[in-house]
């Protein structure tokens, strides 16, 4: 059910020159939301993994698989977009919690391979990551303020406050940066090196009597995935071992989600293009379709295609600069995998191969897929035009 990836026409050997020329809009921050409580909404596309239920929140965390609160029962379906009734739905068909806590996973009844998952935050990664101080993201379809507004998705930073076996504690008592109704089974991300996400927690609700207003305890969803998957078959963890939280790197250990709050789209068309990282090494050595051949673009392929069976070298990367799409025969290095480090402020990842990997970098712009890239540079006229554009734009 995906879509194809778009080539960019620009040859990569351009792009130190319009850096130059347009740096200064691009290094822009983004504006800090004021909050869930009283927040800003998100763009179209961003946090898309973000899903609404009809009353609560939950997450995509596998293409057949969200996570939600116990609280809020089970949902009859998931909804996508930024507003209740804006996007594609999928039905849910079973709900698997634990009984000392109240994180919940629930069975899709198809798979959604269009929108890259947020992978539940398991094993080593739990261990790096889950640390009083670490900055966190909140987001969900609650409302503005108590008994006032929701359905419309929002987002907030903060930051962990504590963590305890079963549960997170995000945010202090009164900094009026929380969840609030609706935002119940709702997600708190975080960032891993590579620029992609993992969900660590769903909201149960606040720790004080003071409803939107409170430190919020989210209900830690590792506690649950060896229960769902021992019930439903489905190997939610695809870098890990899901019973002893071993690094196990699989074919789905990555193209996770690796976008944030922007992105201009539709969900007509499941908002194509969305940001995603490449195989994950977060623990150990990513995942290799062939663990024989080297995943860094060491060995080349001889003869020109991007047959992967002929012997030629390639291990699983989505693009050769020799392929035949190039036309640059027997020139061609491959990468391996994706590129890991395509970070959510658009960085992207560097492979010692020519080409980046072939996943999106996290502003939405190509990562090589299926795209030859010129070897030669570009005729001196480009550049001078490009210098001729930005000089107007300055003025």
Request: hydrophobic share 30%; charged share 15%; proline share 8%.
């Amino acid at each position: 059910m995906g879509f194809a990836r778009g080539c960019s026409p620009m040859p990569l050997t351009v792009l130190p020159f319009v850096a130059l020329l347009f740096a200064p809009d691009a290094l822009q921050a983004p504006p800090d939301p004021m909050g869930i409580v009283n927040g800003d909404p998100v763009e179209t596309c961003g946090w898309p993994t973000t899903v609404y239920t009809g009353g609560c929140t939950a997450t995509l965390v596998h293409p057949r698989a969200i996570s939600t609160a116990q609280h809020c029962g089970m949902p009859s379906a998931i909804q996508f977009g930024i507003q209740a009734g804006d996007g594609p739905s999928v039905a849910v068909t079973s709900c698997v919690g634990d009984g000392s806590q109240d994180a919940m996973l629930c069975e899709l009844a198809e798979e959604v391979t269009e929108v890259p998952v947020t992978p539940v935050l398991f094993g080593c990664e739990a261990d790096m990551y889950l640390q009083p101080g670490q900055p966190v993201v909140m987001a969900g379809f609650g409302q503005t303020a108590f008994g006032v507004g929701g359905g419309t998705k929002l987002w907030a930073n903060q930051t962990i406050s504590a963590v305890e076996p079963g549960r997170v504690i995000v945010g202090e008592a009164g900094d009026g940066t929380s969840p609030c109704p609706g935002d119940s089974g709702g997600p708190v991300f975080l960032q891993v090196e590579d620029g992609s996400w993992r969900v660590f927690g769903t909201v149960l609700g606040g720790t004080t009597q003071t409803p939107c207003n409170s430190a919020a305890d989210f209900q830690r969803i590792d506690a649950v995935v060896g229960n769902f998957e021992a019930q439903t078959g489905l190997d939610i963890t695809p870098c890990f071992d899901g019973a002893t939280g071993d690094w196990d790197p699989g074919p789905d250990c990555g193209s996770f989600f690796a976008g944030d709050h922007t992105g201009d789209g539709s969900w007509d068309n499941w908002c194509e293009g969305i940001p995603e990282s490449g195989y994950s090494s977060a623990c150990g050595e990513p995942f290799a379709s062939n663990p024989t051949e080297s995943t860094t673009g060491a060995t080349s392929d001889t003869d020109g295609d991007t047959d992967p069976t002929d012997g030629g070298g390639e291990t699983g990367a989505e693009s050769t600069t020799g392929g035949a799409s190039g036309g640059n025969s027997g020139t061609g290095s491959d990468t391996g995998a994706p590129a890991t480090s395509a970070s959510a402020d658009g960085s992207g990842g560097a492979g010692s191969g020519s080409s980046s990997g072939g996943l999106p970098d996290a502003d939405g712009g190509d990562g090589g897929g299926g795209c030859s890239v010129p070897s030669q540079a570009p005729p001196v006229s480009w550049l001078l035009l490009l210098l001729v554009a930005g000089l107007r734009r300055r003025s």
